[in-house]
């Protein structure tokens, strides 16, 4: 069997080519450009442009108001309102993310967050790690500082399963204090 084909052709390279959808009200509601002079394909609603795919194969969409919606209830978003960029997950399920290796990147590339399958996470601020997680537990560069439910004075470090064992200063005097039975 043969494939079917419909061509279109403009006389000169700096010209477009359309392909028009509408009805009767209005001829050209909805429209497919392809456009000579960037090598672009241009797709149209309400006869303004809503999607481009580049010469290079990028998707862009230039609306502020425009996202992509994947998924059949559209419960996985991308998107940009203007000034803040945005992945929505509004679905019943987890939201996942895969990788060997995970890097969160501030906008100058520096790291916030490295993951490593089976490996260490790593918080950093300013560009230095302040918390990394190791095989024995965490290291910590830097001071801790606990503040108490209020976040106006410093709280307490305790351990053990009843808390029998407190470390702590209380504006004036530091303490140690066992309040088990050992």
Known sequence: ??????SLKVTNDSASCYVMFGDSS?????KIRYMHSGNN?????????????TS?????NNSDSGKLQLG?????????????????????GNFNLQSNSLRLLGADASAMLVAHQGGAVNLYHNGSAKLETTSSGIYVAGNIQLLDSSS???????????????????GSHSFIKDTGTG
């Open 1 to 6: 069997s043969a494939d079917a084909l419909l």
């Open 26 to 30: 209005d001829a050209n509601i909805g």
């Open 41 to 53: 394909m241009l797709f149209y609603t309400n006869d303004t442009e809503k999607w481009r795919i």
């Open 56 to 60: 290079g194969g990028n998707l862009q």
């Open 72 to 92: 059949t209830s559209e419960d996985l978003e991308l998107f940009h309102d203007g000034s803040n960029s945005y992945i929505q997950d509004t679905g019943t």
């Open 152 to 170: 106006t004075s410093f709280g307490r470090i305790t351990f053990g399963h009843g808390s029998d064992l407190q470390i702590y200063h209380d």
